[in-house]
């Protein structure tokens, strides 16, 4: 079965570090999504590709980066962790047609120091 | 200015009663569409059910069904005869651009529902 993957799933970091979050999806779809969900705000885009070479800033991308080098993947890297950056990150990946529902990932927990 | 505005916080519900979740979303997109998702207290995120801007008629899947007022801009959740396992976090959600090819989608705060044994 299709599915979309996350690790780790949990990560402890200190303050300054530079994070690596990784997102693998097996569905094969073009577009693919980072959120980060914090209580009384939902979840809100931090990033967003439509497809290999292609990243789009989201509403809350500062210290936040993405690269596309397949369909497959779409890791999330904070250059330099910030407490502010504590709190659960979703991927998620869509198709290009139709409705566009998204399938997301199980959601990392982040935890910076 | 908000664009998915969902007023409810939490809410309540006797089990085997119907419940409605509010919705309000603003878009000047004639093409849009409008998804909930429901966050149980495992985390994940579960796509409930969608309504495109051009349906006709109001979405349904199963138990669920989504009550569309384009003229109001509404799209609530009705959940019909709820169960224990509906006690979760729901969220709705808008894709706007749909003739213009975009796939950003926004989300609402949530609503937290608890279903009362």
């Known amino acids: 079965d299709a599915e979309i993957t996350q690790s780790p799933r949990h990560k402890i970091t200190e303050t300054g570090r530079q994070v690596t979050l990784a997102c693998h999806q097996t569905?094969?779809?073009?577009?693919m999504f980072w959120y980060r969900q914090d209580l009384g705000h939902g979840l809100r885009l931090i990033h967003y590709s439509y497809g290999v070479q292609d990243t789009n800033k989201g509403e809350v991308s500062d210290g936040y980066s993405v690269s596309r080098s397949n369909t497959e993947d779409l890791p999330l890297t904070l250059e330099s962790a910030a407490s502010s950056q504590t709190s659960v990150y979703f991927c998620?990946?869509?198709?290009?047609?139709?409705?566009?529902?998204?399938?997301f990932g199980p959601g990392t927990r982040l935890t910076v120091l | 200015a908000q664009k998915i505005t969902q007023t409810q916080p939490g809410m309540f519900v006797q089990e085997k009663e119907a419940v409605t979740l509010d919705c309000t979303y603003d878009?000047?997109?004639?093409?849009?569409?409008l998804f909930w998702y429901k966050q149980p207290s495992s985390g994940e995120m579960i796509f409930l059910i969608y309504q495109g801007s051009y349906d006709q008629q109001n979405a349904t899947e199963g138990r669920y069904s989504l009550n569309f007022q384009k003229a109001r801009k509404s799209a609530n959740l009705v959940i019909s005869a709820s169960q224990l396992g509906d006690s979760a976090m729901y969220f709705c959600a808008m894709r706007e651009g749909f003739t213009s090819g975009t796939y950003k989608y926004i989300f609402g705060t949530g609503t937290r529902l608890k279903v009362l044994a």
């Open positions: 878009t000047s997109d004639p093409s849009y569409g």
């Open positions: 998620a990946s869509s198709t290009s047609g139709g409705a566009g529902e998204q399938f």
């Open positions: 569905w094969n779809h073009n577009n």
